[in-house]
């Protein structure tokens, strides 16, 4: 690999900020001045993109899903939660607000990502894909300070087919890819403080323990506090980002159990938010599967649409899998298992093979 | 909203330059090349800086548009041009973004964090000395080489964005690799300790 893909490498993709290209548009237009100098285009455009991608993302997790979504979920992408996918959310509330206040002197997720390399291998029309296993875990602690562990668990033929042209390549244990090389065998471990701390962000913008802390515990304030966070557009709030920032506040931050409950309560509320029906996640625990789509800043390497699906346990109100699809066929979605999202006494450590 | 006439976007991307003192066409550049501008704003200075260099680039254009000569530069080529110039303002912060995505350089609950995470699998180690490499550049050497591998120009819109004679932009892209390389060499990823274990 020459040094122009390792520098490519280094920077990566900036996080996809799914209201910036608005708020940088109401800054111009306000900077502008004149009326008719307006850069903005209108909220409406923007909404009727999204419907669109909708109805087709509706067909399309039909054959993803598996689930056993009742018929009338989703042939009519017009209605929107359906009263059982509420009361699933409703239910999760009320367990959410049963839940631990912080317990521990650590905040810690650990989650299990999956990714699915856009590069293929194999023979000429005998090509496949490949998926890398990590495990990462964070650490956050009441001052501010934060570990970041990380561990590969190692890289597999992404799906069945995959396997099959793979062992017709001759079950290579070795890829390279830009930035390196994939291994079937799982890495070394490492774990990383992170200098200046900054754990959580809602929409690209940071949040410290004490903001999050406070979030009301109404849900109608909740997200209208979310939805003013997030939202810069005019003329109204893009549902998408904001129940992605509430579905955040369900397991990727520590919030308070009543705030939990209020997200869950809000999400139950949201029209973007569809009931997918009963899923299991990837590591075959029984989940209701919950989605919605929304807009990011795009760029040439990432699509300016994502789906976004949870997977949670009603019973226990966690989150056991969120999901990043970009746009379908490319195979190149992200996968994230919840293993852990709670306060803990345990000291932050290298990533133990699970 | 007042402004729902403005679904309609005017004009193939072709026309755009001819219409540049008017808002609709601006309002089409600003689609069209708002998510590769901010990439590459973002990529150098970070996320929260960003926001406001890229907002800056399109107003700089947009009061500029009268000056603005589409025989000499494509519209991506001089918009990258702006940003160039703001961004390197900014040197301070771009030091600080290299060294941070020397380091790790990831707010770890970011979306899309695991996937830089998962894409430096087995480069980790070179990650500083890269980044450290590109910070002691000189400011113009690392203009060219950003142009061309982070926005993707060639050589030509390289010349026009940052108004330099063609044979300069081959000199400095080529001392800048020159650097790189030499840095690279001297850690052979093949040789780093997980790689070895595997083999």
């Keep these: 690999m020459d040094e122009l893909e390792k520098l490519r490498e280094l920077y990566g993709e900036p996080r996809p900020d799914p209201v910036l290209k608005a708020r940088v548009r109401q800054a111009l237009d306000a900077e502008a001045g004149r009326p008719r100098l307006r850069f903005t285009k209108g909220i409406t455009g923007v909404l009727a993109a999204t419907a669109t991608v909708v109805t087709v993302v509706a067909v399309a997790v039909v054959v993803t899903g598996a689930t056993t979504a009742e018929p009338e979920q989703v042939v009519s992408p017009g209605v929107t939660t359906t009263v059982s996918g509420r009361s699933i959310l409703l239910a999760a509330a009320v367990t959410a607000e049963a839940g631990p206040e912080n317990d521990g002197a650590y905040w810690h997720v650990s989650k299990l990502n999956r990714r699915t390399y856009p590069e293929t291998f194999g023979a000429e029309g005998d090509r496949y894909r490949v998926a890398e296993s990590q495990l990462t875990e964070q650490w956050v602690t009441e001052d501010g300070e934060v570990w970041v562990g990380t561990r590969s668990l190692g890289t597999r033929p992404a799906s069945e087919t995959d396997k099959k042209a793979w062992r017709r390549d001759g079950s290579p244990t070795e890829w390279r890819v830009p930035g390196g090389t994939l291994s079937t065998e799982p890495g070394r471990g490492h774990l990383e403080t992170v200098p200046d701390g900054t754990a959580f962000s809602m929409a690209g913008r940071k949040m410290t323990l004490e903001q999050i802390r406070g979030l009301p515990t109404d849900p109608v304030s909740l997200r209208e506090q979310v939805a003013e966070l997030v939202r810069d557009a005019p003329g109204g709030s893009l549902d998408g980002v904001v129940a992605d920032a509430l579905s955040g506040l369900l397991w990727s931050k520590p919030s308070p159990p009543k705030v939990r409950a209020a997200a869950y309560r809000a999400l139950a509320d949201l029209p973007e938010v569809r009931y997918l029906g009963e899923a299991e996640d990837e590591q075959g625990r029984a989940g209701a599967a919950f989605s919605f789509t929304l807009q990011t800043a795009g760029s040439s390497r990432l699509p300016a649409t994502v789906r976004r699906t949870l997977v949670i346990d009603p019973v226990t109100s966690q989150v056991l899998s969120s999901t990043v699809t970009g746009r379908p066929g490319t195979g190149d979605d992200q996968v994230e298992v919840v293993l852990d999202a709670g306060w803990t006494t345990e000291k932050p450590a290298v990533p133990a093979l699970p | ?199």
């Design chain 2, 1 to 199: 909203m007042t402004s729902i006439s403005w679904a309609v976007r005017p004009g193939s991307p072709e026309a755009v330059p001819h219409s540049l003192d008017e808002a609709e066409g601006f309002s089409a550049i600003f689609d069209a090349h708002f998510a590769e501008i901010h990439r590459y704003v973002a990529q150098r200075l970070g996320d929260d800086v960003a926001e406001d260099i890229v907002a800056e680039t399109f107003l700089t254009a947009f009061r500029k548009r009268s000056r603005y000569d589409p025989s000499r530069a494509g519209v991506r080529a001089w918009l990258y041009g702006i940003a160039t110039n703001l961004v390197g303002r900014q040197r301070r912060g771009e030091v600080r973004t290299l060294r941070a995505l020397g380091r790790h350089g990831l707010d770890p609950d970011a979306p899309g964090h695991e996937e830089r995470v998962a894409a430096r699998v087995s480069a980790e180690s070179l990650r500083p000395s890269l980044a450290a490499a590109v910070a002691e550049l000189h400011q113009r050497d690392r203009d060219v080489l950003l142009l061309v591998a982070l926005a993707d120009l060639s050589h030509e819109e390289v010349a026009a964005a940052l108004g330099i004679p063609y044979g300069t932009v081959g000199s400095r892209l080529s001392r800048a690799r020159r650097k790189l390389r030499a840095i690279l060499g001297e850690t052979n990823p093949m040789l780093d300790p997980e790689e070895t274990r595997r083999g």
